[in-house]
Each structure stands twice: as structure tokens, then as C-alpha cells.
């Protein structure tokens, strides 16, 4: 079995979706594939598009992004957790799973998230032009940090001990050190906004040697303190920084061994 990992689809748009539909149906038959988040916030076209990657894949592993949480085109009753369960059911029906797999001693973990400011406090620009902050609803009044703790709270915190690989996945990042030190200072404004340190802990308590994650459109590898940190993430159409995109092959042994 081989292991790749995608994130950021963006399949409303044309262009990617096309990409999704012209993937071979006969080269991955074996393989397993972690999509980290942001196919769209539209059901139907998630649906469609987990479905698709379901027919091409073994294994089609999914973790909602925060476009998935999206309720602007929802009726206004609908709040951002009502919107996760409907999107963990479309997962279902479409042949994806968000939960754990196990592959002989390999262990694939899918950790869900959402940005707490332990990256720092958003400025008043930052709440008022960011999509989340609009396009978002949560019960209660709760906060951002709130929300990100709600998740923590529904991801596995041990694997069994007979395990000898970890691989983990989010759509959030998980420390803010793996922005790379040429991002303009003006830019930096949106790193509140990015992940949430509680992953970090989550992945490294779980014996993870490996962890994919998304969100930032900016593509990397980075090792850490003895784990590899992934992005590959196939972004917007006008995103013209992307040299490639496409699916990435994760080295399950070799990343194990380092």
C-alpha cells in the first residue's frame, strides 16, 4: 500500500474538479489517500468530490478544512457544528472515512482541529476581512478557542501499543515555526488565523513521525525534532506560485526510520 496525501482541493472551481475527474481509476487501487481539508463548502460538491477520489482509492481518508464549517449559503439556523456532522455523514455516503486506519503496523490518524490564537490575536482588520469570522456560526457564542478545544476533544489520544508507524493529518497547521522566515511582514497578519499549537501535542503524544496538514497554501517539507511535516496542497487556480500540483507520495519507512 502507498500512502498520499492532498490537501486544499477547492473544487468549485472548474479547473480543479477537472483535475479530480481525470485521476487514473486504475493506478491507486492499492493505495490510501489523505485529503487534509477545503474541498468546498457546498455538501453536493463534497459528496461528489469524495466520491470520486472513493472510486479511485483503497482508502480515501478525509478531515474537514474550515470552507467544510462554511454555513453563509445555509439556512441562518444551521450553526458551524450542525454543519460538521452533515459533512461527516456526506463523507460517509460518499465512501470516505474520518476515522483511524490501520495498515498491518502502520497507523493513520486523522486529527481534527481549528485555529485557537495560541499563534497570536487577531487585529481588528484580520476579524473584519477574514471569511471564518463571517461565514462561520457557533452555538452558544462560543469562541474560536472554544471550538478548537470541542474538537481536541473528539480525537483518539492513544494508539494500540503494537503500532510501529503513526502518520497523522490535519487541516490546520500545527506549530506556526513551519512558516518558512521569507513571508513579508504584512502577510504575518493572518498567522492567528493558521492552526493551533494543541495539534502539535496531539501528533507527538500519538508517537507520530509524520503529520500532513493544509490550510496554508504553501508547500513544504520540514522535520522537527524527529517529525516530518508535510503541505501539499493543490490550492486556487490563480495561485501561480505553485510549481506543481498533484498528489504527493508519503515515505511511511523512510520518514519512520529518520
Not at 155 to 169: E, I, R
Not at 175 to 204: C, F, H, N
Request: hydrophobic share 40%; with cysteine; charged share 20%.
Amino acid at each position: 500500500m502507498r500512502l498520499f496525501a492532498i490537501s486544499d482541493i477547492h473544487v468549485d472551481y472548474d479547473d480543479n474538479a477537472k483535475w479530480v475527474g481525470a485521476l487514473s481509476r486504475s493506478d491507486y487501487r492499492d493505495d490510501t489517500l489523505m485529503v487534509a481539508g477545503d474541498i468546498s463548502d457546498r455538501l453536493p460538491v463534497l459528496r461528489w468530490c469524495l466520491r470520486e477520489l472513493s472510486a479511485r482509492f483503497r482508502n480515501t481518508l478525509f478531515v474537514p478544512g474550515n470552507h467544510e464549517l462554511w454555513v453563509v449559503r445555509d439556512t441562518p439556523q444551521q450553526h458551524s457544528l450542525d454543519k460538521f456532522e452533515l459533512v461527516a455523514g456526506a463523507a460517509t455516503e460518499a465512501g470516505a472515512s474520518m476515522q483511524p486506519l490501520r495498515h498491518d503496523d502502520l497507523m493513520i490518524v486523522p486529527l481534527l482541529g481549528w485555529y485557537d490564537f495560541s499563534f497570536g490575536f487577531p487585529c481588528d482588520m484580520l476579524r473584519r476581512a477574514w471569511m471564518d469570522f463571517i461565514a462561520c456560526r457557533w452555538p452558544n457564542g462560543m469562541t474560536e478557542p472554544e471550538v478548537s478545544r470541542h474538537f481536541s476533544a473528539l480525537n483518539p489520544t492513544q494508539v494500540p501499543a503494537d503500532v510501529q508507524h503513526v502518520v497523522t493529518f490535519s487541516h490546520f497547521m500545527p506549530r506556526l515555526d513551519l512558516m518558512p522566515a521569507w513571508i513579508p511582514q504584512a502577510q504575518r497578519k493572518l498567522y492567528p488565523v493558521l492552526g493551533a499549537t494543541r495539534i502539535d501535542s496531539e501528533l507527538r503524544q500519538l508517537g507520530a513521525r509524520t503529520h500532513v496538514y493544509g490550510h496554508t497554501h504553501i508547500n513544504r517539507q520540514k522535520t522537527i525534532d524527529g517529525i516530518t511535516y508535510i503541505n501539499n496542497a493543490f490550492g486556487y487556480p490563480h495561485e501561480h506560485h505553485f510549481g506543481t500540483r498533484g498528489l504527493l507520495e508519503v515515505s511511511v519507512a523512510q520518514e519512520s526510520e529518520a
